[in-house]
């Protein structure tokens, strides 16, 4: 009997040890300095993005879902096409980049 309830506190502390190693690893922490937020639209709509650094670059990966416009040394238009996921990737002047996720939602 003793025997079984050690091995069931060793499985139920296991479990909490991976379930805490996983949330950690959601931390922001643990994320690339260059992964970072989500944009979302919906299709037919734009959103304007301020950024406050000169932008050297932007690219956007699915054109189908969206594209975008340069609207100044640090703003971007983004155009919500179809509903969709991409990528939208902004590489700055000083050297520092940046990736979003951009979610197209029905109109």
Request: hydrophobic residues 40%.
């Amino acid at each position: 009997m003793e025997h079984s309830r050690r091995n069931h506190l060793k499985n139920a502390l296991s479990v909490i040890a991976l379930v805490l190693s996983l949330a950690a690893l959601q931390s922001p922490l643990w994320r690339p300095a260059g992964v970072s937020r989500c944009l979302t639209a919906k299709a037919g709509g734009t959103v304007l993005l301020d950024y406050g650094h000169d932008i050297e670059r932007a690219s956007i990966l699915q054109k189908r879902t969206a594209s975008l416009t340069a609207a100044g040394p640090h703003r971007l238009m983004i155009h919500a096409h179809a509903p969709g996921r991409t990528s939208l990737i902004i590489n700055y002047r000083d050297g520092q980049s940046r990736l979003y996720e951009v979610v197209v939602l029905p109109g």
